[in-house]
């Protein structure tokens, strides 16, 4: 548990500096703990460190991990096949990948169909443009969205991107802040839509997210590896 301990303070140190840089709060980036292949055991040694929100790619991998580790809030944060929908709002507090109106239109029906709970999603936007990378493309997001935030049971909490792998995390920043402008724009556009987060940054561009304005990073191998 000492490495996940000190991988923790790490991340966490290098947050705060890349948020006092960017003229914000640490405590407003939420640290999301990717556990990819992690196994349950690695993911309580995490929770003992203080974290207390997981990240997932994948529905099936989820499944054991939800069930064995209690008191935690857990991220769907790779993309969501509609027939997995079902199960990932059993799972999940939070979808990060809605990439389509069918995509949502499914999700509000089986939440709808639930608890009345209203399902929270974010919207993934390619913000790359690489054809192998989900996402909505940037020019569509604003349709998507403006069909999306009338439907029942579903609450849009913000959008989420990847940058592409580039030499030095500095090589992100455009992709971050073009997200960061979409955010802004959608948010003047349709003011009833909050989009209050961004979901961007991960173990090799973070600090560059974090002072783009990302309010969530999801972090795999600087605490796990």
Same mark, same amino acid.
Do not use: Y
């Given at each position: 548990?000492?490495?996940?301990?000190?991988?923790?303070?790490?991340?966490?140190?290098?947050?705060?500096?890349?948020?006092?840089?960017?003229?914000?709060?640490?405590?407003? +980036?939420?640290? +999301?703990?990717?556990?990819?292949? &992690?196994?349950?055991?690695?993911?309580?040694?995490? +929770?003992?460190?203080?974290?207390?929100?997981?990240?997932?790619?994948?529905?099936?991998?989820?499944?054991?991990?939800?069930?064995? +580790?209690?008191?935690?809030?857990?991220?769907?944060?790779?993309?969501?096949?509609?027939?997995?929908?079902?199960?990932?709002?059993?799972?999940?507090?939070?979808?990060?990948?809605?990439?389509?109106?069918?995509?949502?239109?499914?999700?509000?029906?089986?939440?709808?169909?639930?608890?009345?709970?209203?399902?929270?999603?974010? $919207?993934?936007?390619?913000?790359?443009?690489?054809?192998?990378?989900?996402?909505?493309?940037?020019?569509?997001?604003?349709? !998507?969205?403006?069909?999306?935030?009338?439907?029942?049971?579903?609450?849009?909490?913000?959008?989420?991107?990847?940058?592409?792998?580039?030499?030095?995390?500095?090589?992100?920043?455009?992709?971050?802040?073009?997200?960061?402008? !979409?955010?802004?724009?959608?948010?003047?556009?349709?003011?009833?839509?909050?989009?209050?987060?961004?979901?961007?940054?991960?173990?090799?561009?973070?600090?560059?997210? &974090?002072?783009?304005?990302?309010?969530? &990073?999801? $972090?795999?191998?600087?605490?796990?590896?």
């Amino acid at each position: 548990m000492a490495d996940i301990a000190t991988n923790v303070a790490r991340v966490r140190a290098r947050i705060a500096e890349a948020a006092a840089r960017g003229g914000r709060r640490p405590e407003d +980036v939420l640290l +999301v703990a990717v556990t990819k292949t &992690v196994g349950v055991d690695r993911i309580r040694d995490a +929770v003992a460190c203080g974290l207390r929100v997981f990240g997932e790619n994948r529905v099936q991998e989820a499944r054991e991990k939800v069930r064995e +580790v209690d008191g935690v809030s857990w991220h769907l944060v790779g993309s969501l096949q509609r027939n997995k929908v079902r199960e990932a709002l059993r799972l999940f507090d939070l979808i990060h990948s809605v990439d389509s109106l069918p995509l949502a239109e499914e999700i509000s029906r089986r939440a709808s169909a639930a608890s009345g709970r209203p399902a929270e999603v974010l $919207i993934q936007v390619n913000i790359s443009g690489e054809p192998q990378k989900h996402g909505v493309a940037p020019e569509a997001v604003g349709e !998507l969205l403006a069909r999306a935030i009338r439907l029942p049971g579903l609450r849009i909490r913000g959008l989420m991107g990847i940058a592409p792998i580039v030499p030095r995390a500095e090589d992100a920043r455009p992709f971050f802040r073009r997200l960061r402008d !979409l955010r802004d724009r959608l948010r003047d556009a349709l003011p009833e839509a909050q989009l209050e987060h961004l979901s961007m940054g991960m173990t090799d561009d973070f600090e560059v997210a &974090v002072e783009e304005g990302s309010t969530m &990073v999801r $972090i795999g191998r600087a605490l796990f590896t």
